[in-house]
T-cell receptor, first 113, second 115 residues
Framework: EAGVVQSPRYKIIEKKQPVAFWCNPI?????LYWYLQNLGQGPELLIR????????DSQLPKDRFSAERLKGVDSTLKIQPAELGDSAVYLC???????????FGPGTRLTVL | GDSVTQMEGPVTLSEEAFLTINCTYT??????LFWYVQYPGEGLQLLLK?????DKGSNKGFEATYRKETTSFHLEKGSVQVSDSAVYFC??????????????FGEGTQLTVNP
């Protein structure tokens, strides 16, 4: 069974530029999460989707961050414009069925110069 | 709100040494508890989990027991290997229906095992 797929793995951009990250969850997993992981810290939830609906986006900085999961499968997280402080690893995770176990992708490491 | 506290790192051990990484938690509900491991440049991998008091999660020689009375979930391994070098995260999952199994993580403990 394929795991959670994320792309790109690495991204370097200039500040004020836009950037987008893509995630494809494990097949059949209805719940999808985006996490932010700053250097030396644990991940923090940005947004949770149940199918195509964003049901928990209270931690998402909506002035510059947006996300979508149009068909309830893959998802895109966007930052526009990026700031220096956005340099971090962006992790996607998915969960299916009645388990509370989340499975993580490899992450996208963003560097904003 | 919910929180997880891990022992301060980094931890450096010699191969075959005994490992303990302490983890305590604060939760309003009755959470599930997890240990995730992150190897350099990779995402988080589930190492083990426990869902109720006195449950013991185990995998790859690692163990942790859900202690409700001390709100702890300490990670142990009897004999570490160089390949165990990684960052270890303790986490809890709020199992209330509205939380969607939101994970709260500790700050992570960097383990380095020397030959």
């Amino acid at each position: 069974e394929a795991g959670v797929v994320q792309s790109p793995r690495y991204k370097i951009i200039e500040k004020k530029q836009p950037v987008a990250f893509w995630c494809n969850p494990i097949s059949g997993h209805n719940t999808l999460y985006w996490y932010l992981q700053n250097l030396g810290q644990g991940p923090e939830l940005l947004i949770r989707y149940e199918n195509e609906e964003a049901v928990d986006d209270s931690q998402l900085p909506k002035d510059r961050f947006s996300a979508e999961r149009l068909k309830g499968v893959d998802s895109t997280l966007k930052i526009q414009p990026a700031e220096l402080g956005d340099s971090a690893v962006y992790l996607c995770a998915s969960r299916g069925g009645f388990t509370d176990t989340q499975y993580f992708g490899p992450g996208t490491r963003l560097t904003v110069l | 709100g919910d929180s997880v506290t891990q022992m301060e790192g980094p931890v450096t051990l010699s191969e075959e040494a005994f490992l303990t990484i302490n983890c305590t938690y604060t939760a309003t509900g009755y959470p599930s508890l997890f240990w995730y491991v992150q190897y350099p440049g990779e995402g988080l991998q589930l190492l083990l989990k426990a869902t109720k008091a006195d449950d013991k999660g185990s995998n790859k020689g690692f163990e942790a027991t859900y202690r409700k009375e001390t709100t702890s979930f300490h990670l142990e391994k009897g004999s570490v290997q160089v390949s165990d070098s990684a960052v270890y995260f303790c986490a809890l999952s709020d199992r209330r229906e509205t939380s969607g199994s939101r994970l709260t993580f500790g700050e992570g403990t960097q383990l380095t095992v020397n030959p």
